[in-house]
């Protein structure tokens, strides 16, 4: 079961998350981070910014990027890593990686970007978010728990989602590069974040309900140190609560996230 941490808002979950990434990062300072996109992190991002002279060695691998967004724009997962992470912590901006930056082919860029996740030593605390389809990076219904890196098709409703950011749905990109379920999985700590009552399902789903690649967030309960953090919304259809309370309550402090 993972572990499940139901707090009052977002600003709680960003300062309980970075903090054990600065216990991380005290601990190895050249620490791996998986770094996710969209709104779930930004949280954890903010709390993160008076600890940046700490983090300046640390390494970055983000989840996905989009295919075929002009270099520069604003709306790709680079500046959106550089903008949310790299400046505002003070990053190395060589030391944080996005899918298929490396300017090789497409075709060998899912590879080329396992081995350098493996030559980084790993991921150490990989942060996830949730989509309401259920996927995770952007590894949609149907995909694989033993995925790797590689390219995908998105789901109509995963552009439809993401079309707040662009001047239509017609300029969302119709395919994406994504860290697999497999990679995902071999990171050393996953830390699932998920805020507001649209997200409830999903996160219940993904937490309490069959292990499916038809719900890709179930492949975190094959993992063996996953942290979910949830606010009360994300919370709402989860059976157990009551139980991930009290488990946190009395949690011994030793133990961490």
């Known amino acids: 079961m993972s572990e499940v941490v139901i707090v009052p808002s977002a600003r709680a979950a960003g300062a309980l998350v970075a903090e ?6 005290r601990r190895r300072a050249d620490a791996v981070l998986g770094l996710a996109t969209g ?5 954890v991002y903010e709390a993160l ?8 060695d640390v390494r970055g691998f983000a989840l996905d990027e989009y295919v075929g967004l002009p270099a520069g724009h604003p709306q790709s997962y680079r500046a959106v890593i550089d903008r949310a992470v790299v ?3 003070g990053l190395d901006p060589a030391r944080v990686r996005v899918p298929g ?3 090789g082919p497409l075709e060998t860029a899912g590879d080329s970007y ?3 996740i493996d030559d980084a030593g790993g991921i150490d605390l990989q942060l996830l978010g949730i989509g309401a389809t259920g996927h995770i990076g952007f590894n949609e219904p149907g995909s694989s728990f033993a995925s790797r890196t590689r390219v995908k098709t998105l789901a109509e409703r995963t552009r439809q989602d993401n079309a707040r950011f ?6 969302v990109p119709l395919h994406c590069i994504t860290q697999g379920l497999g990679t995902i999985r071999r990171a050393r700590h996953l830390v699932l974040l998920a805020f507001g009552e649209s997200k409830a399902d999903a996160v219940a789903a993904a937490v309490e309900g069959p292990v499916t ?12 140190h996953v942290t979910v953090v949830v606010d009360e919304g994300a919370a709402a259809s989860l059976c157990f609560a009551d139980y991930y309370r009290r488990a946190w309550a009395h949690k011994p402090d030793w133990q961490g996230l």
């Open 101 to 103: 930056d490396d300017g």
């Open 49 to 56: 910014v008076p600890h940046a002279g700490l983090l300046r």
């Open 213 to 224: 690649s038809a719900l890709p967030g179930s492949a975190i309960q094959l993992h063996p």
């Open 20 to 25: 054990a990434i600065v216990a991380l990062v």
């Open 114 to 116: 396992e081995d350098d």
């Open 166 to 171: 662009f001047a239509s749905s017609d300029d």
């Open 87 to 89: 400046e505002p912590l």
């Open 39 to 43: 709104s779930s992190p930004e949280p």
